[in-house]
């Protein structure tokens, strides 16, 4: 249960002098990396076995904001690296990482977006876990994509939108008809979000769940207000794929250079080879959709876009 303590007290609060609880959630975090699916045998074979649970959701319920963030990273962690543990508690764990999914409080939200992603991969397709906090999920998720995530501006906060964007797919490989009547409004954001995704597991699970939710809803291109915009941006994340990553972020950002200079785009990473039929059969789907003179005509792209649409998804 959430303290409930007067605004004079809040104030009071000093985050150093929690240092130490931080410090001990950094280690556990540690363990988890390190020892994997046996840090349950650690936890249940220690005396504090019986009490790991309860400790850990009052770190995520703590006051302090560095506590809980550490929290998260616990618990994303537990869920990526020795999901027994957390399976039982997953309910109550849920609902305190969406109630933290609040861009007022930037590393918090990063890390309790990026743990609700961790959770959305292992349910698999057991959606029952999920379904009773989705519709919080998504009016949470869904304005961190949009770029209204802080007064009406596009949130400046170093890692969200991808995150959101990421745990987004995630949430959609769950069960597509989670985010599928809610797709026409956020399709474009998304795409946008999902061309910044760095890491390669978090990038593929999330692209599948873009690939699935359009399939659940087919029509949501079709219906968006903008389709030129919401078609541009399902391009250009697809063209992502092309794109050497940055050596130090790991995000493949696609350049002026690369859109109108000497053609350099990349063929399409072998690893992720299911992906690229799936978007090459997209585009078609698209184009045959939308016709050739929306196609044609209503798209404006740069020459190497589509020299590359040509090249690599015969498309002409």
Avoid at 225 to 230: I, L
Avoid at 265 to 277: N, Q, R, V
Wanted: with cysteine; charged share 20%; net charge negative.
């Amino acid at each position: 249960m959430k303290h409930v303590v007067s605004q004079n007290a809040l104030d009071e609060i000093r985050e150093e002098d929690y240092d130490h609880i931080t410090c001990c959630a950094d280690v556990i975090d540690g363990l988890v990396e390190g020892l994997g699916e046996n840090f349950y045998g650690l936890v249940v074979g220690s005396q504090y076995g019986n009490h790991f649970i309860t400790v850990l959701h009052s770190l995520c319920c703590d006051l302090v904001s560095s506590v809980r963030v550490s929290a998260f990273a616990v618990l994303g962690d537990l869920a990526r690296k020795c999901p027994s543990i957390i399976e039982a508690a997953l309910p109550e764990f849920l609902k305190e990482v969406v109630e933290s999914i609040d861009p007022q409080h930037p590393n918090v939200c990063n890390n309790s977006t990026w743990a609700l992603g961790e959770i959305c991969v292992r349910c698999g397709k057991n959606a029952a876990i999920i379904r009773p906090f989705v519709n919080e999920i998504l009016s949470r998720l869904i304005p961190l994509v949009m770029g209204n995530a802080i007064d009406s501006n596009k949130s400046t906060i170093p890692g969200l939108t991808e995150n959101a964007a990421a745990t987004i797919g995630r949430l959609s490989r769950v069960d597509a008809s989670f985010v599928k009547d809610d797709l026409p409004r956020f399709l474009s954001g998304w795409c946008e979000g999902l061309s910044c995704v760095a890491d390669p597991n978090e990038r593929h699970d999330a692209f599948e769940g873009l690939l699935l939710a359009i399939q659940c809803n087919p029509q949501a291109i079709m219906s968006s207000k903008n389709q030129v915009a919401t078609v541009t941006a399902i391009i250009m994340c697809i063209v992502s794929w092309h794109v050497p990553q940055d050596e130090e972020t790991g995000v493949a950002y696609i350049t002026s250079e690369q859109l109108h200079g000497p053609y350099s785009f990349l063929p399409f990473p072998a690893i992720a080879s299911d992906l690229g039929h799936s978007f090459q059969q997209l585009l078609h789907e698209i184009r045959r959709a939308l016709g050739d003179e929306f196609w044609n005509n209503s798209l404006v792209m740069p020459q190497n876009v589509k020299r590359l649409l040509t090249e690599a998804y015969s498309l002409n």
